[in-house]
């Protein structure tokens, strides 16, 4: 049986094993890279904190549509912060990187991010249809609004409907960021399929388990964080991220055996 072309190209990558408490120094190194060129950073999080504002607004009053814009904020930012990948990159080397070096990353004639953005979308997409169909189907009282949720579902319903929603987001959550750990900055590193990167970044959270739990901990915990603050801190939590996820990709796998992209 002839394997897939994303199999066989994620074969060409040694993944590394690193030990637990590694994702602390790729925070810390993300927070250099910040430092040192910063406009970048405060560019893409200014936009994405001023971006979420808009849609919590929009959507206070309307439980599923809120859920449905945040859930996919959250998964499709990595991909928004691709410029910052690029300056990370560009730092690494070359030792200095720019807002043009941010720009520059986002090539009308490369398509395989734009794809893997919308293979984000639709996951999100499919779990706020899964989880509305849970609420609604188990809920004792129909469920339109944030404040119906938080009644309903986390206070008074006595089944552990609540507790079975936040398993079930888990669940669904775990293989999408299984899926782009490090996909997002490989295919902006090197000559790869958008399966090749799946298939490599796969790999890699089955080589490191332990960490990688600690890391997408780390990333839900920041940006929480940076979202209770009125969206504010996303400002700082968004680019620190983003470039800590690129430090995160260069430490775990080695693609010294495929051409980079210039």
């Given at each position: 049986m002839r394997e897939s072309r994303g199999l066989v190209e994620s074969r060409r990558f040694v993944t590394r094993q690193v030990p637990l408490l590694r994702p602390l120094g790729w925070l810390a190194a993300g927070w250099r890279d910040f430092l040192r060129c910063p406009v970048p950073g405060l560019v893409h999080g200014f936009a994405l904190a001023a971006f979420g504002a808009v849609l919590f607004w929009n959507a206070r009053n309307q439980f599923w549509l809120l859920?449905?814009?945040?859930?996919?904020?959250?998964?499709?930012?990595?991909?928004?912060?691709?410029?910052?990948?690029?300056?990370?990159?560009?730092?690494?080397?070359?030792?200095?990187?720019?807002?043009?070096?941010a720009l520059r990353a986002w090539k009308p004639s490369d398509l395989r991010l734009v794809l893997f953005g919308l293979l984000l979308a639709l996951a999100g997409t499919g779990w706020v249809l899964t989880s509305a169909s849970l609420v609604n189907t188990l809920a004792p009282l129909p469920v339109a609004t944030p404040r119906e949720f938080l009644r309903t579902v986390v206070l008074e319903d006595p089944g552990q409907l609540f507790e079975i929603w936040l398993a079930m987001g888990a669940l669904l959550a775990a293989p999408v960021f299984a899926s782009s750990v490090v996909a997002i900055p490989l295919l902006l590193d090197r000559e790869i399929s958008v399966g090749g990167a799946v298939f490599t970044s796969w790999r890699t959270v089955l080589a490191n388990p332990a960490p990688l739990a600690l890391w997408a901990a780390l990333i839900a915990a920041f940006t929480l964080l940076g979202m209770a603050t009125l969206m504010l801190g996303l400002v700082i939590v968004v680019p620190w991220l983003a470039h800590a996820s690129w430090h995160a990709y260069r430490d775990l796998v080695d693609g010294a055996r495929l051409a980079e992209r210039e």
């Open positions: 859920t449905g814009a945040f859930s996919g904020f959250l998964l499709v930012a990595p991909v928004l912060a691709t410029g910052l990948y690029s300056v990370s990159r560009a730092l690494q080397r070359e030792g200095h990187a720019s807002l043009a070096t």
